[in-house]
């Protein structure tokens, strides 16, 4: 008897990013389509017989590939296909086009690509499946059929992974057309048909199992929705008698969903155990209570890269086995393999003695298997046991982690040092009579054009063609250029253009002791675009000052008043693979201690202003609202931490990108920042009813173009922007600048696009 190694879902860019070459060929006109799903067809072969090694057969996931976005695949699979992109010929393109927009102008085919979002609280994002009351489904493909077929020819019995018909519809919206109020859920009753006729075609095919995935169990539910489980399982069940279906909830506690999900007629469910410790409690003894459901326990985190305690996963495990036997329990990851790295074995650069402590996707699949040995037979898996066990008490005492001075100084932590000496409005006029800004004052988020020499230039210090002194030379002329172009435009704060940084978070990183960086460590964030994230594995402390030569040399070329440049404590957690052997604050309270004395040395140095940007403070809030208040506290903590350090007259900025803030207004409060620059331009002023409704009192400057877009604002349309917002917020508040930075774009379009801002803001200046 043995316990079954099971997997949710593999990565599938491949171990060198094959699929984002495949696809970015396709989409330059490089290789033709046929190349292309033959390239994917072969990345999924290699995938399936990888993860065969590991999991019990059976239970290797398929239909989990995508060439751009799963829940992009199901809306194209059940024929939700926007009017706009019906008439275009080949299938594959009106696949891409749905997600990333496609201009053909020969053609008269310019379409933009449907909305993105943020797949729950990760880092990877997916395309909203549009819906109106006159949508219509059908199976537009069979590509879950297609796939396990693929898979079965290869000798792979696989488990096909399908969006369960709730969360297909819930994460969807309504579209241009459809009325106020309209219920995407309402759609079920003409879903359901079309969706049991794909499980009956996945039968057919010889599938014998499908895992569900109903990731909306880890929100917090309406009632109503028991009802609507309750119908679409029954229809599923009726259509399907014989088909094993696991539902999965993954990315939080299945909470209270439990009462209705236990009573399902369903065969398995799947909970995270990662981020719910607690579910087994919940959910075991309904499991039990039935005679032969199955649960599949999420043991292995799929979110992060650390090595799996194994023997503590085999002691929850073994719990379940001896509740409801082993024939009738799962090992698995905590979510799909998606959001971790491919293999650690690309990992050849990387500090032997931290890497020991990693497990990428390939590496979990081991722990799977390992742990589904060990719950019936530990003995069999003994050395690899053994292995596990001194790995993590080596990373439990090893002095690479712990540092005992930074450790002290989280102890000592004062009150006093998490507010500023006075009020907004005391700061404010100490502030005016130092920098002596003119009303509607002008500034930029911080990033100025990353040229092709700058990224050449970075390439060339890395591999070593370019020295230290002449890498620093080429910034500094950089930063020279960006000072006297700011002064040129007639901008009123400058900033130095941040030419040093290849990214936000990884030059901080680079530069913080107890980050880590992978060569290979990518992750898919929207269609073909992955990041690769620094990875935090000990307490973080800044050995030098990062950024105060490069603030200062900026500040000694000009009589402007200039921003300091950094990157707030919780971005630079959310935004990395952070360790997961102490609590998240505890990790960004040290990050905050790093930036304090960074904030401290750039106000001794002269800086007048500093900017901490926090634009990932949004994405961080659990998905649970019991849980908001906790997270709130301590990230806007952190931002205090960092940034409290400073006298009356050094004025602290922050900026976020766009965000729903209604919610979290009170916290975007609390930062107590002077001036806050949100991205703003798209968001026809609703974003900005929230600091009107609530009366906000600090500086603000409200994004007054899109730069995601090298179109050059005409002056006529921000004027109109800035009357709007002038008629919503207290002049005297209100800042003039873009939405964000503008790394991406070109040097001619950005100074016509700041002529025309700085134009306006003279403009009202003059009618004040
Ligand atoms: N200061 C950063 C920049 O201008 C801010 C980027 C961001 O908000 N994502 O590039
Ligand atoms: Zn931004």
Not at 104 to 129: C, L, Q, S
Not at 353 to 381: H, N, Y
Request: hydrophobic content about 45%.
């Amino acid at each position: 008897m043995t316990v079954i190694a099971s997997n949710l879902g593999f990565p599938r860019m491949g171990s060198n990013r094959d699929l984002k070459k495949l696809v970015e060929a396709y989409w330059g006109g490089k290789i033709t389509a046929d190349a292309l799903l033959a390239g994917a067809k072969a990345l999924r072969e290699t995938h399936w017989k990888l993860q065969s090694k590991f999991l019990t057969p059976g239970y290797v996931p398929s239909n989990d590939f995508s060439m751009y976005d799963h829940a992009l695949d199901h809306a194209f699979l059940f024929g939700a296909v926007p009017e706009r992109y019906a008439s275009i010929p080949s299938k594959v393109d009106q696949y891409f086009a749905m997600g990333r927009g496609l201009q053909r102008p020969a053609e008269g085919i310019d379409v933009p690509a449907m909305e993105m979002k943020k797949w729950f609280d990760t880092n990877y994002h997916f395309i909203v499946p549009e819906f109106s009351p006159k949508t219509e489904f059908h199976l537009h493909t069979l590509k879950p059929v297609d796939e396990f077929l693929e898979a079965k020819a290869l000798g792979i019995a696989t488990r096909p992974v399908v969006l369960g018909p709730v969360s297909f519809l819930a994460l969807g919206k309504g579209d241009k057309h459809a009325p106020a109020g309209f219920q995407t859920l309402s759609l079920l009753d003409r879903l359901l048909p079309v969706y049991t006729s794909l499980l009956n075609k996945l039968e057919e095919a010889g599938a014998t199992a499908v895992q569900i995935d109903e990731p909306i169990l880890a929100l917090d539910q309406p009632a109503e929705l028991k009802a609507v489980f309750a119908k679409a399982y029954a229809a599923i069940r009726a259509a399907s008698p014989r088909l094993s279906i696991l539902v999965a909830s993954y990315f939080g506690t299945i909470g209270a969903n439990i009462d209705f999900v236990a009573d399902l007629p369903i065969d398995a469910i799947h909970v995270d155990l990662v981020r719910a410790p607690g579910d087994l409690d919940l959910v075991l003894p309904r499991i039990a209570a039935s005679a032969t459901k199955a649960i599949s326990v999420g043991v292995v985190n799929g979110r992060n890269i650390w090595k799996n305690d194994l023997a503590k996963s085999v002691a929850t495990v073994q719990r379940a086995v001896a509740a409801v036997g082993a024939s009738r329990v799962l090992v698995a990851p905590s979510c799909s393999l998606l959001h971790s790295p491919h293999s650690l074995e690309a990992e050849v650069k990387m500090n032997p003695a931290i890497k020991l402590w990693m497990a990428f996707a390939v590496q979990k699949l081991e722990e799977i298997s390992v742990i589904a040995k060990a719950a019936v037979d530990p003995a069999s898996v003994a050395d690899e046991l053994a292995a596990n066990k001194a790995a993590i008490e080596d990373r439990k005492v090893s002095p690479l982690i712990h540092d005992p001075a930074v450790q002290a100084e989280l102890r000592n932590l004062s009150p006093s040092m998490f507010r500023r000496t006075n009020d907004f409005a005391v700061r404010e006029k100490v502030q005016q009579a130092k920098l002596k800004l003119p009303s509607f004052p002008t500034t930029t988020v911080g990033s100025f054009p990353q040229t092709k020499e700058v990224r050449v230039a970075r390439q060339k210090l890395k591999k070593g063609e370019l020295s230290e002194a002449e890498y620093d030379a080429f910034i500094k002329a950089e930063i020279e250029k960006a000072v006297r172009f700011q002064e040129a435009v007639g901008l009123d704060m400058l900033v130095h253009g941040e030419f040093e940084r290849n990214d936000m978070v990884e030059f901080f990183g680079e530069n913080m002791r107890g980050y880590v960086f992978s060569q290979n460590g990518w992750v898919q964030s929207y269609g073909s675009r992955c990041v690769k994230p620094p990875i935090i594995f000990g307490d973080v402390s800044r050995p030098t000052p990062m950024t105060v030569e490069t603030s200062v040399y900026a500040q000694s070329l000009t009589a402007k008043p200039m921003k300091g440049m950094l990157t707030g404590p919780v971005t630079m957690l959310q935004w990395s693979f952070v360790r997961d052997d102490q609590p998240r604050k505890d990790t960004t309270f040290q990050i905050a201690l790093a930036l304090r004395k960074e904030v401290a040395d750039l106000e001794a140095a002269g800086l007048p202003a500093i900017q901490i940007d926090e634009p990932a403070i949004r994405e961080g809030l659990p998905l649970r609202a019991s849980e908001h208040k906790e997270y709130l506290d301590w990230a806007v903590n952190a931002f205090l931490l960092s940034s409290t350090g400073v006298k009356d007259e050094t004025q602290i900025h922050t900026h976020m990108c766009y965000s729903d803030f209604n919610d979290i207004f009170q916290s975007i409060s609390d930062l107590d920042a002077d001036c806050i620059t949100i991205e703003n331009s798209k968001s026809d002023l609703k974003l900005l009813s929230a600091f009107e409704k609530h009366g906000y009192t600090r500086g603000i400057g409200p994004g007054l173009y899109d730069i995601h877009s090298p179109r050059v604002p005409p002056a006529a349309e921000i004027k109109e922007r800035l009357e709007a917002i002038s008629k919503l917020i207290d002049k005297r508040l209100l800042w003039v600048n873009p939405d964000c930075g503008l790394k991406t774009r070109g040097w001619a379009e950005t100074e016509a696009a700041l002529k025309n801002m700085c134009d306006v803001a003279k403009q009202f200046r003059a009618a004040d």
